[in-house]
């Protein structure tokens, strides 16, 4: 049995391309807590550091054969940076999203509100039909069955900057659209 304590890093990186599960072993048994420690000193929090790092370390594993690294400990510390970053913006979009929540209630609805929100509605599905049927179908897939503009490429035989220009074209009109009737709603309810 070769013990793998010894090796460079480059060896251990030409092991880990082969596949060899040893070198992965001693890359992990070097720089796990090196990774913790960066992933904490910015997260401050033991349990999502520790799945930061088997996070970086699962993705050095599954992709061993397709990156190419020449400095492991360099590419290490940024794979761990880069998803301490997504932890982070994730963090705040929940807690954004969370205050958003928090301050928009059920409560606060009103039954003059909810009235408003409907007619707006009606009058959205309204303008939607009245686009031009290529149009209005593109922006249907994209809007109401949540499809990306490569499935709609696809699914139309056109291409995806086609997609993308039906898109803005029709949110364009709905734009122009929009500004007309809120004006009518607003002179309604004053």
């Given at each position: ?18 596949g ?136 139309l035989?056109?291409t ?7 898109i ?23």
């Open positions: 049995m070769r013990t793998y304590t010894h090796f460079t890093n480059q060896e251990l990186l030409t092991g880990l391309q082969q060899d599960r040893m070198a992965f072993t001693e890359i992990y048994n070097r720089y796990w807590k090196k990774i913790y420690i960066i992933a904490y000193n910015r997260m401050c929090d033991g349990a999502q550091s520790e799945d930061i790092a088997q996070e970086v370390f699962a993705s050095l594993w599954a992709n061993r054969g397709y990156v190419q690294i020449e400095t492991l400990e360099n590419y290490l510390a940024t794979a761990a940076k880069y998803l301490v970053l997504t932890a982070i913006r994730k963090k705040t979009l929940s807690r954004n999203y969370g205050q958003r929540l928090k301050n928009s209630t059920v409560s606060q609805l009103t039954p003059e509100s909810t009235f408003q929100n409907k007619q707006i509605l009606q009058l959205l599905e309204l303008e939607i039909e009245k686009l031009p049927e290529k149009c209005k179908l593109i922006f249907k897939y994209s809007r109401n069955e949540g499809m990306a503009t490569k499935q709609i490429a696809a699914k035989h056109i995806p900057k086609t997609v993308d220009n039906q803005h074209k029709a949110l364009k009109i709905l734009k122009l659209a929009s500004r007309s009737f809120m004006q009518f709603i607003l002179l309604l309810f004053i």
